[in-house]
């Protein structure tokens, strides 16, 4: 019985972190994209702080992009993160644009991508000063 | 002086469950007649798997395009929802699911609201069928498509929806639903976009057909993972006659540093490195024929 019971407590009371992000979050943030954009996918970040003399860690997302579209990348931050992201895309191992210039501090967010061939590109989202964070990307198709 | 407690904690799961199911009915009550639970036996990991799915484009690109090149909605692209009720196979269910995600992405960017009520009906229908109906909110997107001003919100939930059931599916050993789902999205949005090209003679869309070589060999790597079913052999037999008349479509590469620019106040990166498609009239006639043959056979009763 007590089993059950612990069964019952913890199915309860562990549901709720199913959902990480506040209702209507990731929509409000496809949204807020633009009225010239139309979302197509989003990715769901959760990483833990950067560990002394560790790697930053980093989530990464495959994607397939295709010839003469604009592509919109865009990224949230709700204000409960500890830190605030970075979305960067890549081309195989080539950097194409961050949205954060680590320099001069500059943010550009969102941006968009004209892109000229087809095939699989990554999106990288990462925290600022390797912080723990959540945040979500959103890929949107602009209209011309 | 423990039984208030179970039962307050049995009501309150109860309660859960009813809530994630949107107020519908349970997914027990639908009949599924193939094995669906059964383990899945995979030869590629799940891991790999999840990013091959995450290369197959979007229909909705395909849609835009069309659009963006002006030509007029038409509704002989659309599959029929007449034969909804007749698909009765998990396999059936699955396909078809992609099959009118395709059509809801085209109804969706021609903003015709009239006709995506009986879509949404349909993939309502199809996705408590393969007991994925909790992830599609049949009651808000209907009340969302009464009004060109939700048009924001239709769309993001449609496809996010999409995006979740894929999910979901994967998630709990029923990667072969999933990978039906895709394949039945990709072919109807070939479809769509072949139908278009038979009618007007344009290189873009020549070039986005040819470019859907990358995504035929991806549908194709999904689905070999689940070979050991027949129903899905028998697609991947379908699938393989169409690869043939890709393989001759020629993609070549051109070298080139991005640029960035400001437009509107927004800054764009414009690629300069460059992908071409070389496709001769004959081989796109063969695409668009074969295409057809397929869409046709698949979503036939």
Same mark, same amino acid.
């Given at each position: 019985?007590?089993?059950?019971?612990?069964?019952?407590?913890?199915?309860?009371?562990?549901?709720?972190?199913?959902?990480?992000?506040?209702?209507?979050?990731?929509?409000?943030?496809?949204?807020?994209?633009?009225?010239?954009?139309?979302?197509?996918?989003?990715?769901?970040?959760?990483?833990?702080?950067?560990?002394?003399?560790?790697?930053?860690?980093?989530?990464?997302?495959?994607?397939?992009?295709?010839?003469?579209?604009?592509?919109?990348?865009?990224?949230?931050?709700?204000?409960?993160?500890?830190?605030?992201?970075?979305?960067?895309?890549?081309?195989?191992?080539?950097?194409?644009?961050?949205?954060?210039?680590?320099?001069?501090?500059?943010?550009?967010?969102?941006?968009?991508?004209?892109?000229?061939?087809?095939?699989?590109?990554?999106?990288?989202?990462?925290?600022?000063?390797?912080?723990?964070?959540?945040?979500?990307?959103?890929?949107?198709?602009?209209?011309? | 002086?423990?039984?208030?407690?179970?039962?307050?904690?049995?009501?309150?799961?109860?309660?859960?469950?009813?809530?994630?199911?949107?107020?519908?009915?349970?997914?027990?009550?639908?009949?599924?007649?193939?094995?669906?639970?059964?383990?899945?036996?995979?030869?590629?990991?799940?891991?790999?798997?999840?990013?091959?799915?995450?290369?197959?484009?979007?229909?909705?690109?395909?849609?835009?395009?069309?659009?963006?090149?002006?030509?007029?909605?038409?509704?002989?692209?659309?599959?029929?929802?007449?034969?909804?009720?007749?698909?009765?196979?998990?396999?059936?269910?699955?396909?078809?699911?992609?099959?009118?995600?395709?059509? @809801?992405?085209? =109804? !969706?960017? *021609?903003?015709?609201?009239? /006709? &995506?009520?009986?879509?949404?009906?349909?993939? %309502?229908? +199809?996705?408590?069928?393969?007991?994925?109906?909790?992830?599609?909110?049949?009651?808000?997107?209907?009340?969302?498509?009464?009004?060109?001003?939700?048009?924001?919100?239709?769309?993001?939930?449609?496809?996010?929806?999409?995006?979740?059931?894929?999910?979901?599916?994967?998630?709990?050993?029923?990667?072969?639903?999933?990978?039906?789902?895709?394949?039945?999205?990709?072919?109807?949005?070939?479809?769509?976009?072949?139908?278009?090209?038979?009618?007007?003679?344009?290189?873009?869309?020549?070039?986005?057909?040819?470019?859907?070589?990358?995504?035929?060999?991806?549908? @194709?790597?999904? =689905? !070999?993972? *689940?070979?050991?079913?027949? /129903? &899905?052999?028998?697609?991947?037999?379908?699938? %393989?006659? +169409?690869?043939?008349?890709?393989?001759?479509?020629?993609?070549?590469?051109?070298?080139?540093?991005?640029?960035?620019?400001?437009?509107?106040?927004?800054?764009?990166?414009?690629?300069?490195?460059?992908?071409?498609?070389?496709?001769?009239?004959?081989?796109?006639?063969?695409?668009?024929?074969?295409?057809?043959?397929?869409?046709?056979?698949?979503?036939?009763?």
């Amino acid at each position: 019985m007590k089993h059950l019971i612990l069964i019952l407590f913890t199915a309860l009371f562990t549901f709720p972190v199913y959902s990480q992000f506040g209702p209507g979050f990731v929509e409000q943030c496809a949204i807020n994209s633009g009225k010239d954009a139309t979302y197509l996918k989003d990715f769901q970040v959760i990483l833990n702080a950067a560990q002394p003399e560790q790697i930053q860690p980093i989530a990464r997302y495959p994607l397939v992009l295709s010839k003469n579209n604009i592509y919109r990348f865009s990224v949230c931050t709700p204000e409960d993160s500890p830190g605030k992201a970075i979305l960067q895309l890549y081309d195989s191992n080539k950097l194409i644009f961050s949205s954060y210039n680590k320099d001069t501090g500059e943010e550009y967010n969102p941006f968009n991508f004209l892109c000229q061939k087809t095939g699989i590109y990554h999106v990288f989202i990462s925290f600022m000063d390797g912080k723990e964070g959540h945040a979500v990307g959103i890929l949107s198709y602009v209209t011309r | 002086m423990l039984r208030p407690g179970i039962i307050l904690l049995t009501t309150a799961l109860f309660l859960i469950s009813c809530q994630t199911q949107k107020g519908k009915k349970s997914a027990s009550e639908f009949e599924v007649p193939d094995s669906v639970l059964l383990a899945e036996t995979t030869t590629i990991s799940e891991e790999a798997i999840d990013e091959i799915v995450q290369n197959v484009s979007s229909p909705v690109e395909m849609a835009a395009l069309i659009k963006e090149l002006g030509v007029p909605f038409s509704t002989k692209y659309l599959a029929t929802t007449n034969y909804v009720d007749k698909y009765n196979t998990s396999y059936k269910m699955a396909y078809s699911l992609g099959v009118f995600g395709a059509d @809801l992405g085209y =109804l !969706n960017i *021609y903003d015709k609201s009239t /006709q &995506v009520v009986d879509y949404l009906t349909a993939i %309502n229908k +199809l996705a408590d069928g393969i007991k994925v109906g909790q992830f599609f909110d049949f009651e808000t997107l209907q009340r969302l498509s009464t009004s060109r001003e939700n048009i924001d919100s239709l769309m993001f939930i449609s496809v996010n929806s999409f995006n979740n059931m894929d999910a979901y599916l994967r998630e709990n050993s029923r990667g072969h639903l999933s990978a039906l789902m895709i394949a039945g999205t990709w072919i109807e949005g070939l479809y769509l976009v072949t139908q278009v090209a038979s009618e007007k003679s344009n290189p873009e869309l020549a070039e986005r057909i040819g470019e859907q070589k990358v995504n035929l060999d991806n549908i @194709l790597l999904i =689905l !070999n993972n *689940y070979k050991q079913r027949e /129903q &899905v052999t028998e697609l991947i037999d379908l699938l %393989n006659e +169409l690869k043939n008349e890709f393989d001759n479509v020629e993609i070549t590469y051109e070298i080139g540093e991005p640029k960035t620019v400001e437009q509107n106040g927004m800054i764009m990166i414009v690629q300069n490195e460059k992908s071409v498609v070389n496709i001769t009239d004959d081989q796109l006639n063969k695409i668009i024929i074969k295409t057809k043959q397929i869409r046709n056979k698949l979503i036939s009763a």
